[in-house]
């Protein structure tokens, strides 16, 4: 399995300003992704981040907006830019590790934007 | 294209009482079916999951059953906890298990 940490866990911020979120995984894996989950609302995938390559993002997300750092097997970080309240979401990252086929997510960022 | 459609919420259940959530799917190919839940303030964990037609996946008390007939993956647990209580999502990867769908989600609230 995997054990996913982020940080930071929960925040608040002014309209405009941007926030990193950071994505700790306890082993090596290839694939990370990062999700989005609006109040009361489902899952929507942000982007997939691959170590050594551009993430990929999804259609209604660009790379201006939430821009996805990828430095190394353990290791990811979301942007949120220019934030909005509209932006107000917990924002989740999972992992795939090799020979599962689901899933690990992180315990989210609960972002709130004034 | 993939979709996932779950019973809309919330269910509300006394203790020990029947759960079903109701899930079905629409996929290409050969898909593989997740439930997961997510307490209060947490993230998602997985629950249980079935990857080929027939397989019946458990956990904790819980059962689904991946019917390709029906396209349905629906969750049930004979008798429910206070501590049950949380947000219930059916998911379905594609072949390659890098893409997943989750549906709209479910929360259970379960009275003592």
């Known amino acids: 399995s995997a054990v996913i940490s982020q940080k930071p866990s929960r925040d608040i911020c002014q309209r405009g300003t941007s926030l990193t979120i950071q994505c700790q995984v306890d082993s090596q894996v290839t694939m990370m992704f990062w999700y989005r989950q609006q109040p009361g609302q489902s899952l929507t995938l942000i982007a997939t981040?691959?170590?050594?390559?551009?993430?990929?993002?999804e259609s209604g997300f660009v790379i201006d907006k939430f821009p996805i750092s990828r430095p190394n097997l353990t290791f990811s970080t979301l942007t949120v830019s220019n934030m909005s309240p509209e932006d107000s979401s917990i924002y989740l990252c999972s992992v795939r590790p090799a020979g599962y086929n689901e899933q690990f997510f992180g315990p989210g960022t609960r972002l709130t934007v004034l | 294209g993939n979709s996932v459609t779950q019973m809309e919420g919330p269910v509300t259940l006394s203790e020990e009482a029947f759960l079903t959530i109701n899930c079905t799917y629409t996929?290409?190919?050969?898909?593989?079916l997740f439930w997961y839940v997510q307490y209060p303030g947490e993230g998602l964990q997985l629950l249980l999951k079935a990857t080929k037609a027939d397989d019946k996946g458990s956990n904790k008390g819980f059962e689904a059953t991946y019917r390709k007939e029906t396209t349905s993956f629906h969750l049930e647990k004979g008798s429910v906890q206070v501590s049950d209580s949380a947000v219930y999502f059916c998911a379905l990867s594609d072949g390659n298990f890098n893409k997943f769908y989750f549906g709209s989600g479910t929360k259970l609230n379960v009275k003592p």
């Open positions: 996929a290409t190919g050969y898909p593989s």
């Open positions: 981040a691959n170590q050594g390559s551009e993430a990929t993002y």
